[in-house]
């Protein structure tokens, strides 16, 4: 479902592209999840976008969430892609919600277990102008990534990935106290078959 109308993605892309233009496309990230793209964090909006990033929030986070300031903004190339990974909790906290500008694309979630990767998998299809909301199992337990244009298949359909950007709004990081109790209690667990 969209939750932007065009006019507002055209107004966020207005005061984000000048800041992104500047930049040059990095082949890898630091932590090697990351393959074509540009980033940056953003503490200040004009008036209409911050509007927009509010909403994020309200759609998103609890009222008690201590929601960082700063906005990330990925822009990933239509040649790039970001590896399947589980984002450290050092850097952002139980929630991550995520805004999706210029193209549709294809986030793929995998168990981090090894005996469950094969069962426990979904393609979720996330639409230009689209948010995305991740947290409890999906948060801590399973891995996500953001298919290449060439594997970019939803159902068996080809959705052609163009350049994406992903305007992010994130907790404040929690100490390891806090990750482990707000790990969702219900965690997948492989039941011993019987004989």
């Known amino acids: 479902m969209e939750v932007l109308f065009l006019d507002e993605e055209c107004q966020l892309l207005q005061e984000i592209e000048p800041h992104m233009k500047r930049m040059r496309w990095e082949e890898e990230h630091w932590d090697q999840q990351i393959h074509l793209y540009r980033e940056r964090e953003q503490l200040k909006w004009n008036t209409n976008n911050q509007k927009i990033v509010e909403r994020i929030w309200r759609t998103s986070f609890p009222n008690s969430t201590r929601k960082s300031p700063y906005v990330h903004i990925l822009d990933l190339h239509e040649c790039g892609f970001i590896r399947p990974h589980v984002d450290e909790s050092r850097y952002c906290g139980g ?90 209690e219900n965690q997948m667990k492989i039941i011993p078959q019987s004989e």
């Open 95 to 184: 929630i991550i919600s995520g805004l999706s500008l210029l193209s549709t694309s294809i986030m793929r979630l995998v168990h981090t277990n090894p005996q469950l990767s094969n069962i426990c998998k979904a393609d979720l299809l996330l639409p230009r102008r689209s948010l995305y909301r991740l947290t409890g199992l999906a948060r801590f337990e399973f891995t996500h990534e953001i298919l290449a244009n060439e594997e970019s298949n939803f159902r068996g359909k080809y959705v052609p990935r163009q350049r994406r950007i992903s305007v992010i709004c994130r907790e404040f990081p929690v100490s390891q106290n806090d990750v482990t109790s707000s790990k969702p």
